[in-house]
């Protein structure tokens, strides 16, 4: 049973309910439907069509959400702006997981609020993680009170009732739910990239790491049926994606929980046999999960890129007890060996969290020490951020901030360093890459991804979109390489 908190606002009101299909995901479609008349009528008396932005703060999970936000708007017949300031419906899909991301959606909404006063037809949306925290939608209601519409991560296929819901009252629609078993399947979904696709196979985190609110937010672990995950696959591969990541806060924890439990590892051996399908990739992995089947099945994968995004956090056996990681260091340490002798030329990255309770300049030198031996192609750094709630928060020997930030900018000249000696010694080589898109920059190139995840610019054109050519790796530019096609 889905569980709901009591801050629920929605209006009831001319809703006809013996017409409403109970049943999932034929309600939302019903709904979709309903809100699509109203958007008509909105739309002739603004005498234009009706746009939306959807702005994803975040990670990749987030980014995937809002591909699902973007392809129920799309339905209802809003049009895509990419300029916030110029839309009429801004959804913010926000991240909670460093206190930074929450102060930058408030700056912005600010903005949002006085955008709304000069068009009539505007509404705000805010759903993510960060409006599972009560503290924030308090907030929103007292200080934002411009606001429409307020969800979050549990009940995200319910948008389109939502929507539908806030269209029919004047009053802002805020529903959030504290936890969920419930997996919709089968609701609409616009892909950023027609190539390329996020796959969800599990939501939520059983982990508790003493420092993250993920678990607070997301709720409990539950993976997707495997079938329904296959099943999506091939029907994103039928409509033209060539390279699938499947996305998990844990996915090494995949399948535990099913009513016929299954391992990550012999699910990413059912992927590799959907036919059309090139490459796999997945986030995040777990060294505590990470298995030797996994290690093993990566080793004799054709389709699994030669990539392992595996955060280590801390490098010092103390601070990670205190993180609640469940390794050591030199269990981490020998995970990867076991990695690199699978699955030779693996690029490993990670996320490193500098500043923790209690860590002294020794655990620091610690994590640097790992980042030495391990060498990693490239890492993600972060200074402690206290989540209130978490067990993190309330540790004593909190790092004084001038001692972290010191610690932070040593670290980051020696992942840069690493890194850039790691991207280098690709030079020369020929590899197969996936046309992502034009560069930015520069229009005579295209980008391309490698297996590994370094980007090469190379002389192109927008015909090689979304295929996988052989180029070479001319020169290093330290994150990337301008290569040349052959
Ligand atoms: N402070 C700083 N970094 C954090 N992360 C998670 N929680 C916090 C926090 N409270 C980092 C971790 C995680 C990444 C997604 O964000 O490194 O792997
Ligand atoms: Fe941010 Fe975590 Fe939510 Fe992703 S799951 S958006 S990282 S808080």
Redesign the pocket.
């Known amino acids: 049973m889905e569980m709901k908190d009591s801050l629920k606002y929605i209006s009831d009101a001319n809703r006809p309910e013996e017409e409403v299909p109970t049943e999932e995901p034929q309600r939302q479609y019903y709904f979709i439907g309903r809100a699509r008349r109203h958007l008509e009528e909105m739309s002739k008396k603004a005498g234009r069509p009706l746009t939306f932005c959807v702005t994803t703060f975040g ?1 990749q999970m987030n980014a995937r959400d809002s591909e699902k936000l973007v392809g129920i708007l799309e339905q209802v017949g809003y049009v895509e702006e990419s300029e916030e300031e110029k839309a009429d419906f801004v959804i913010y899909n926000t991240c909670t ?3 930074n991301a929450n102060q930058r959606v408030y700056g912005r909404l600010g903005q949002l609020g006085r955008a709304k006063k000069k068009n009539p037809y505007m509404m705000i949306g805010l759903c993510g993680c960060m409006m599972q925290e009560p503290h924030v939608v308090e907030k929103l209601k007292k200080s934002y009170r411009f606001v429409d519409l307020i969800f979050g991560t549990h009940n995200i296929y319910k948008f389109a009732e939502l929507l539908c819901t806030r269209m029919e009252s004047e009053r802002t629609v805020i529903d959030i739910w504290k936890d969920t078993d419930k997996i919709v399947e089968d609701l609409p979904v616009e892909r950023k990239y027609p190539f390329k696709s996020g796959v969800n196979i599990m939501f939520g985190c059983n982990n508790f ?1 003493s ?4 678990p607070y937010v997301r709720g409990r672990e539950r993976s997707r049926d495997p079938k329904a995950v296959i099943r999506e696959i091939e029907r994103l591969v039928s409509d033209g994606v060539v390279e699938v990541m499947l996305l998990g806060q844990n996915v090494n924890s995949y399948g535990k929980n099913l009513e016929e439990p299954m391992t990550f590892a012999r699910l990413l051996k059912e992927v590799e046999q959907v036919e059309g399908l090139k490459r796999i990739r997945f986030m ?1 992995s777990h060294p505590k999960d990470l298995s030797d089947e996994l290690i093993e099945v990566m080793g004799h994968s054709e389709k699994i890129c030669r990539h392992l995004h595996l ?1 280590i ?1 801390s490098g010092s056996t103390r601070i990670l007890r205190k993180m609640n990681r469940q390794y050591t260091k030199e269990h981490y340490l020998e995970l990867v060996e076991k990695i690199r002798e699978a699955v030779p030329g693996i690029s490993l990255t990670t ?3 500098v ?2 309770p209690g860590e002294t300049e020794e655990d620091f030198q610690e994590t640097l020490d790992v980042v030495r031996k391990v060498r990693y192609d490239s890492a ?1 750094t ?6 209130s709630g ?1 067990p ?1 928060a309330v540790m004593e020997d909190q790092v004084p901030e001038d001692a972290a930030k010191d610690r932070f900018g040593r670290l980051l000249d020696e992942v840069q360093k690493i890194s850039a000696e790691a991207c280098a010694v690709h030079k020369g080589s020929v590899q197969e890459v996936l046309v992502e898109c034009r560069n930015e920059h520069d229009a005579s190139l295209m980008t391309g991804r490698l297996s590994n995840n370094l980007l090469v610019h190379f002389p192109g054109d927008m015909s090689l979109t979304g295929r996988l050519v052989r180029v070479r790796l001319d020169e290093c530019k330290g994150f990337y390489y301008i290569g040349s096609q052959v």
């Open positions: 990670c997981v460093r206190e790491c420092y993250c609110i993920v995040t955060p956090q996320d490193i969290i500043g923790f993600f972060f200074l402690y951020s206290k989540r978490t993190a």
